[in-house]
T-cell receptor, first 112, second 109 residues
Framework: EPEVTQTPSHQVTQMGQEVILRCVPI?????FYWYRQILGQKVEFLVS????????KSEIFDDQFSVERPDGSNFTLKIRSTKLEDSAMYFC??????????FGPGTRLTVT | RKEVEQDPGPFNVPEGATVAFNCTYS??????FFWYRQDCRKEPKLLMS???SGNEDGRFTAQLNRASQYISLLIRDSKLSDSATYLC??????????FGDGTTLTVKP
């Protein structure tokens, strides 16, 4: 069964550093998403991406965040200058034209 | 008011019990509804979609009442493996998923 993959599984970085989280969505999916989940809290929407552009973003997704689909398979989330409060699990998701989203296993980001 | 409100839980039930989770949503533009389950430190996994006509998948039954903006999940004959956090989710036309806080279920032998 096809699945969404994410790398790395765990990323530790120092405050102020840039990080890039990588995702490979399911191959025939057209819509891509990033969510985050701070430990003990709910899953929060960050951004959705379709047809090579952002279709919606939340208040969390400020100028420090960017997304890119650099080739036909990868979908990346970049945080330019990490803060302590960026520490969270980051989930990538994808779907086709139906609304059921399939989530990757997540990247745990720890900012020290 | 939260966009999605779920039973706060936690629910602790014995094996074989029937348990029901409730959820209300505030966005009347919500288009699609789902129940996901999330195990500790894992990704949300789709459990089932929720339709106005109600739908059943084995021991799981989901109901949607659009007029009341209410969704439910019923689990019959609980198994130890059902222990998880259950997430009520809706999507709008844009596809963005909005999650509830989740309700934790622990099934005990």
């Amino acid at each position: 069964e096809p699945e969404v993959t994410q790398t790395p599984s765990h990323q530790v970085t120092q405050m102020g550093q840039e990080v890039i989280l990588r995702c490979v969505p399911i191959s025939n999916h057209l819509y891509f998403y990033w969510y985050r989940q701070i430990l003990g809290q709910k899953v929060e929407f960050l951004v959705s991406f379709y047809n090579n552009e952002i279709s919606e973003k939340s208040e969390i997704f400020d100028d420090q965040f960017s997304v890119e689909r650099p080739d036909g398979s990868n979908f990346t989330l970049k945080i330019r200058s990490t803060k302590l409060e960026d520490s969270a699990m980051y989930f990538c998701a994808s779907n086709q034209v139906t609304y059921e989203q399939y989530f990757g296993p997540g990247t745990r980001l720890t900012v020290t | 008011r939260k966009e999605v409100e779920q039973d706060p839980g936690p629910f602790n039930v014995p094996e074989g019990a029937t348990v029901a989770f409730n959820c209300t949503y505030s966005n009347s533009a919500s288009q699609s509804f789902f129940w996901y389950r999330q195990d500790c430190r894992k990704e949300p996994k789709l459990l089932m979609s929720v339709y106005s006509s109600g739908n059943e998948d084995g021991r799981f039954t989901a109901q949607l009442n659009r007029a009341s903006q209410y969704i439910s999940l019923l689990i019959r004959d609980s198994k130890l493996s059902d222990s998880a956090t259950y997430l009520c989710v809706y999507n709008t036309n844009a596809g963005k998923s909005t999650f509830g806080d989740g309700t934790t279920l622990t099934v005990k032998p």
